[in-house]
Structures are given as structure tokens and as C-alpha cells.
């Protein structure tokens, strides 16, 4: 303080002024306060005299009479009083008085209690955009759309979808119970105040036009007790509601206020976005799943004298369907003969499955006339010539598996400018079968040259795609797999069955790939028993590729399995 | 672990099971298991006890040498059909939800998961099984088109925990709680609480319980996940391939065998090398040395009974720690590994 007294300056800044001001003007000093000022005799608690302030804040006070009110204590106070909030202090003021000094904080508090209010609503919002975006499944929405509700807006909440085929599925939450959800009819929609209107999309009545007393029965559980307030709300989607929602709060004193209705409409706002956006991608997922259906790996058939083995892996982790394909025809009636067929159209992704299918589609159509695996290859590629599509090309192997005497399995293959198969012999070395041939929908005229090997029982026969030996990776991370060690890792599966076998091979490059990107690989293995067959059909079929399955035929599987 | 006292497996059921499943009979195998099933072993126990209790062993009979890789995988194929068959010929109505169950990517290990499966499914659960090694993206797809109560994570080996971690914080962002199961989360899943797992169960029967009687969990706002992985962990996975290449560059002058590899050696020199580098880089992901020297142990042990010293495993950690000298987690990791296996 010192340093900052200027040179020169003489005189202390702060001084007292030695001059007692008159009783009169302490007085209008006291008056002038805007806090409310009390002064007491301590002895009895009889008010001496309270400021103007004081008179507005406690008008019972009388000069004169005991001190009453919420001025109590010997320190301070906080209460309410005459609609006020009052904070008052209590200071001695000499042996025989004291004071009390009154603030009103009525309006500091009320700004308080509304900035909290605002803060737990951005909080609310926040948090039901956070939750509302993550899940892009219909029902989810639904429920997390009612328990938001129930945490935040209401007692109780139900979400109602729109009309579908006559029916509304909903879900509702209410204290004490688990979720439930149902359906109900169109026609019992009427019955509950403003449903209608809100599922067609109309704004949303004032909550104190709607009569609670007129909400049927059966919309709230009966432990709710009687509905004191009732909300109902659209859901906005894109064009058309995405719903509605029916807010309940219990007890006969409940009430909606205008913020309260601000902040649902606000928060039904979210929820329709994300609902809608929900529906929209079920209703994709639900035509691409149809669309794919046919151009996904077939179950694998089990047919007598020979098993069979597969695995498919599409290059693009979300996809599951790609340029590789295999395909397994069983024998027509009254044949003998299963033919298999194991391809790569160029290019990867849903262009080239779509060229897949088509090939797919010839294969099966020539099957039916019944010519033999080199034929098809040129009938092949003189549709896929003529089909007039940009150029794309295939290169495929087919077969055409025989069972012979002795639990022998001859088969008949024929390579358009695919890599050949291998063949993995009963004493544990590896063959290459001497097939080879032209690419399928390139030149005019394709020269193919098949070729027959026998299976002995235990041995196995691999068609595979170049994914598998091109897969890059290894301790270098950029080495191919390779033929060699394809071979190496074939002979390896020696005793294993054929959905074993392919099973390791996958394994063995996926762990070589280590995680690294890769093309679509499918392997295809035909191996002769070396006992007789399973009784256990398609029940335990192993899919290489199980997860590929679960959601294309979970439902499917499931309900023949329940029903 | 409880098995009813007029209904038990005995000694004899799991001594055969064991036999036809080695011999790759499936037919015999699902016969057994069916016959149990119609004398009034409940199916769970053929599960648990029969095909999980053979499991365990030909694991110990594969690292103890005495079954080879094929034998050890057609076993596990056939313990795989008939846990189908047993599935097959017992029928429970879907009453309590619906829950996905998936390995993680890279996690080939899918029998257990499987198994987990056909317990939930004898529960009430409806079970979407994804299989071994469910890439994550297929995962959260998977998520957004059947909204499932809970997702089952299944990781066996903890090189795959980094994995995991993603594949976890993925479901729980797309709002899906997650109870996570299997070995590779550690004694008492002590990593699945770090990785942000909402439960981890021990075993089948424990993630049954759970799952029904504790579900779902608490939703906890604001969880934004544990970050892990250090600017060791990134060094380690960044230069893997160089680790190995040097390594194995260095080989042949600490020993002298490898100058006569064939490529078969080469190939498992170096995956047994990426190995080492995996669970390096695994302990330091989630910080704990006990993955590292639990693995060296174990291998010490297969090699063993493979009759290859240990010096080999000595040799194969020195390579890489010559090159990880930079590096001090890592180094002490490497080197309490060394200390288990010295005798």
C-alpha cells in the first residue's frame, strides 16, 4: 500500500471521518437501504424500529411489538414468507440490541432455478440426441424414445408407430413395470384424445384442451393411478409422422406447462428424425436383402458318397457379396452326377455379384440339358459375348462329381482360365489337376482343356479363387500367400474332413492377411468319404462363414425351427 | 458347476465322448449324446460338461503333443455338430430377448461361443450366432438391422484385445450393452472393466445367469472410453513386419540350425516370432506384463513337449529385444518373460 501512495502525496488515502452525522440523517440512511433493516431489543425481542424496506418484506412487523416472522433464530435464516424468498442475518449491534438485515432474493433465485432448468434441458436434449442416433433399428428407437420420456417429461410414456395393416405397434414405459409393447387396431386409435390427429400429423392440441378423464382404461396401467395431465404428440418424420407420443403424468394436480409442451415438442423433433431414419434403413436393408438373396453362396447340399466344403469371404468387411462365387447343382432326376462350380468375375463388390448371379443363373439353366463341364464353359461364354454388357470377364472351373465303385469319386473338371484345383492324396501330397483354359467372356472362341481325377476315399479336390493364394501379408505384411505355401498348408488338412479343411485354410489366411485388406476368396473342396455318410443333415451343416448366415436366414431358420 | 445326482454324466460317458470325437466319429458321437439326452441329462449339462469338458481336454492333449492339429480340429468339428443335434432336439420358446453373439475378429476359436449359443437359446434368449472371427463392421451392421438387447463378445486369445476394445466401444456407441466372455479377457476379466465391457462372465452357465437375472445395465451417459495404447503399443504394431525381418535376417548367426531351414521352417520361424511381437503387443495395450509372460510360459511348455529346447524361445525373445532397446515397457516385459522360462 505504501509503494502505492504517490511521492509527495503527505496524506493517507483512507481516513475516518471524525464528525458524528445526526440522528436524523442515520435515520434516512436506514430508510434509503435497500436491504431490509430490523433493530430489536434483546431484551423481550421487541422490534425498535424497522427500515421502509423492512415494512414491504414484513409487513406484520410493528415497532414496539415482539419480533415474529421468520426473523428467529441467533445467526441467520433462509424462508419462504408471503411469496417471497427472504435471507436474513442477525447482528449484535450493542449489550442491549441487535439487528436483523433481511434480503430479498426472490428474483436471484428464481433467474437460479430457471438457468438450472435450462441446463438440464440442453443436458436432456443432448443426451436423447446422443442416445436417438446411435441404433438405426426401429424398435430401439422406440424404446429409447420412451425412456427419455419417462426419465425426463413424464411418469409415463408410450410410443405409438404408424397405422400398419390395421395395426399400431407401440411400447409403452410406466413406473414399476418393464417395458411392454403390443399392438393395437386402428379403429381403437379414436378412443385416445388427439392420437388421431397427432398420427396424422397435425400439430399437437394444448395439453389443457385434452381431458385426461377421457383417456380410455386400457392405455395406462391401473397403479399409475388417475392421469392428472395427459400429452400426446406427433412424432415428425420425413413427409409422414414417424409416430406418436403419449405423455402421462399421475395425480390430480399434474400439469403440462407451456415449457413443459416446448421441450417435448422439441425432443418428439428428435426422436421422429431418428425413427424415420430407422425405418428408412430397414426398409434398405429389408429390399437388399431380397436383392442378394440369389447372389449369396448357396447351402451346401449333402449329397451320398462324397462330402462337401465351403467358405466365402466377400472383400469388403460390410458387403457380403462379391466377384468370387461357387455354386453346387445337384443331380438332375434320374441322373447321377453333381456338378460344382467355382468362379471370379473381375472386379469385386455388388457390379461384379451381379454379374455372378447371372453366371450362376446360365450354369443352372445348362445343368438342365445336361452337357458335360468343358460345354458349358463355351455355351457360357458366348452369353456372356452376346449379353452386350461393358467388357467384363470370368474365370471359373467346373466339375462334375461322380461317385464310382470302391467309395471312389471321379471328377470331371474343366478350368476357363481359372487356377486349377489341387488335389490332396491319401498319403499327404499335394497334386495339381491338368485342366486349363481360356478366360470366359473375352475372345470368341475358348480353348479348354478338361481333365478327370479319381478321389480315393479320404482325398479331397480344392477349387479356390486367387484371393486366397494373392492374400498379401505374412511376417513382412506385403508377402502373396502363394501357391507353394497354399500347397505346403493343404497337405496339413490330410485326415480332416472337407469342412474342416476349408475351415483351416480360411483361418491359416486370415491370420496371414493379419488384418490387412483383401480380395474376395472362396474355396470350394469335394472329398470322398472315409466312412459312411452322417446322419446328421443340414441341422449341423458347418458354414465357413457362419455370420454370413445369421442374418439372411436367422428369422427363416429360427421360425421353421420354433414352429 | 452343479450336475443332478440321478442324471450325471459319469467318467465312462466322458472317456467314450472323447474316444469318438479323437476318432472323428460324428455319428457315434451325436448318438451318445442323443442317448444321454433321452436317459434325462439335461441339455445343458451335455453341453457344458460333455462337449465343454472334452474341449478342455483336447486342448491339453494338442499342447501336450499327444493329438496332432488335424486330429485336434476334426474333434472339434464333430463336438460342433452334435452341439447342433443336441440344439436340434430341444425346443424352447423365445421369451426373453434377443442377443447376438459373435467372436471377435481374428478369434477362430468359435466352439465355446457356440456353446453360449445353445445355452441361451435353453434359456429363452433368441440368439443370432455371428460365428468365429466376425469382422467389426459386420458386427455393428448386424446391430442396427435385429436391435438386440446384448451383444456376447467372445475372445479367447488376448492378442485379439485390441480388437475387442474397438469391437466393444463400437456396440456400446450403437447403444447395445456388451457382456464380454472367454479367456483372452484375463483371470477374473480383469480387462474386459478396461476395454468398457458392461459384464464379464467367466463361463456359459455364469453369462446365463447374468444375463437373466441382471439386465440391461445402467445406461451410463457420457462414457466416451478408455483410450489405450501407448507410443510403445503404436511402435510395436507400426513395425512389426521389421521387428520379424530383422529377426530373422539375425537368426542364422545366433543359431546356426536356421541356415538349413526349408521354407516350412522359415514360415514357422517367423509366425512364432509375430507371435511374440502380438502379445508384446498386446500386454502393453492393456498394460500387464502377465499376458506376455503367461504366453512365454506356455509356449516353453508346447515346445517341451515337442521336444524343441527353450533355448530357441530365449533366442527368438533376444531378437527382439536387441531391437527394442528404446523402448522400457516393453524391454521389462520381454525380460520377466526370459525370468519365467529361466532354470
Known sequence: MTALTPAGAGEPLTRTIPVAPAPALLRAAMEAATEAMVICAADGDIVVLANAEAQRLLPALRPGAPVAGPLTGDASF??????????????????????????????AEERAASLELERSRTAFLAEAGRRLSASLHVRRCTRTTAELAVAHLADAAIVVLPVNGGQCSWIRLSPGHAPEEGTLAERKLAEVPGLVEALDGFPPIPSQWLDPALAPGWLFPADLGPVGALLVIPLPGNAEPAGALILARGGNQAAFTAEDEMLARIFAARAGA?????????EQVATTTVLQADLLPPELPQPDGFELGASYQAARDSLRIGGDFYDVLGPPTGGSDTVIALGDVCGTGPEAAVLTGKVRQTLRALRL?????????????????????????VTLVIGSVQRVEHGRVRLRLASGGHPPPLVLRADGTVDEVPTKGTLIGVLPQTVVTPATVELAPGELCLLYSDGLTEARGG?????????????????????????????RLRQLVSDWVHGG???DIAMLAVRAHTRPPLSLRGGGARNASPYLVAARRGDRRSSRARS | MTVSTDLRLTAADLDRYLDLVGDGDEREAVGLAMSLLDAGVPAQ??????????????????ASNEWGVAKEHSATAVSERVLAAVAARTDVPAGRGRITLACVDGEWHGLPARMLAELLRLD?????????????????????????????????????????HAAITACRAAGVPVIAGGRGFGPHGRYAQLLGADAWAATGEEAVTRLASDWPPE???????????????THLVRSRPQLIATAMGRLPAVFPGAHHYDQAQIDATAEDLGHVADFLAAALYVGDAEIFTGFVEWTAEVLRTRGVPVGALRVGLRLIRDQLVDFPAALRMIDEGVAAIAD
Not at chain 2, 48 to 58: E, F, P
Open chain 2, 45 to 62: 449339462r451335455i453341453i457344458v460338461d460333455l462337449i465343454g469338458g472334452t474341449q478342455a481336454r483336447v486342448g491339453e492333449l494338442w
Open chain 1, 369 to 393: 440339358v445336361g452337357v458335360a463341364p468343358e460345354d458349358m464353359l463355351r455355351v457360357l461364354n458366348q452369353a456372356l459375348l452376346q449379353s452386350g454388357r461393358r467388357q467384363r470377364f
Open chain 1, 274 to 282: 431418428a425413427l424415420s431414419a430407422a425405418v428408412l434403413y430397414q
Open chain 1, 517 to 519: 485388406p483383401r480380395d
Open chain 1, 78 to 107: 433462509r424462508a419462504e414468507h408471503e411469496g417471497r424468498r427472504l435471507y436474513g442475518v442477525r447482528r449484535p449491534l450493542d449489550d442491549d440490541h441487535y439487528a436483523w438485515f433481511v434480503g430479498d432474493h426472490t428474483e
Open chain 2, 124 to 164: 429363452g434368449w433368441r440368439v443370432d450366432f455371428l460365428g468365429a472371427s466376425v469382422p467389426g463392421r459386420h458386427l455393428i451392421t448386424h446391430l442396427h438391422q435385429t436391435g438386440p438387447d446384448a451383444v456376447a463378445l467372445s475372445c479367447m486369445i488376448p492378442t485379439r484385445l485390441p480388437r475387442a
Open chain 1, 475 to 503: 511376417p513382412s505384411g506385403d508377402e502373396q500367400f502363394g501357391e507353394e505355401r497354399l500347397r505346403r498348408q493343404l497337405a496339413g488338412c490330410h485326415g480332416m474332413p472337407a469342412a474342416v479343411a476349408v475351415e
Open chain 2, 219 to 233: 445406461y451410463v451417459a457420457d462414457d466416451p472410453g478408455t483410450f489405450l495404447g501407448d507410443e510403445e503399443y
